[in-house]
């Protein structure tokens, strides 16, 4: 078993910046890559951010630039820090990891998710 918290998540006014920290415990064999994904309402949930246990990164395009994801691999947890925010980007943020989990078919997880608005 594996749970995933984030935390960060909030109002914030358009140009403004949030931190999102997601922290994975659990029965946790290892970890591959860890990623932040945002769903819009009425939307497909997509990728926000990607990095891997190497430190190798990808950015939606919609947010190169503005965001910037790092992990900690130690403590098995992922950030993501959102500047210039735009009204656009307001959705529900999850966090995701894959990895070897004990209890684990898919070898992923998933977060609660976490809502960031962003107003005009």
């Known amino acids: 078993q594996v749970q995933l918290v984030e935390t960060g998540g909030g109002l914030v006014q358009a140009g403004g910046s949030l931190r999102l920290s997601c922290a994975a415990s659990g029965s946790i064999f290892s970890i591959n890559a860890m990623g932040w994904y945002r769903q819009a309402p009425g939307k497909q949930r997509e990728l926000v951010a990607h990095i891997t246990s190497g430190g190798s990164t990808n950015y939606a395009d919609s947010v190169k630039g503005r965001f910037t994801i790092s992990r900690d691999n130690a403590k098995n947890t992922v950030d993501l820090q959102m500047n210039s925010l735009k009204p656009e980007d307001t959705a529900v943020y999850y966090c995701?990891?894959?990895?070897?989990?004990?209890?684990?078919?898919?070898?992923?997880?998933w977060g609660q998710g976490t809502q960031v608005t962003v107003s005009s």
């Open positions: 995701n990891v894959e990895g070897d989990f004990s209890g684990s078919l898919s070898g992923h997880a």
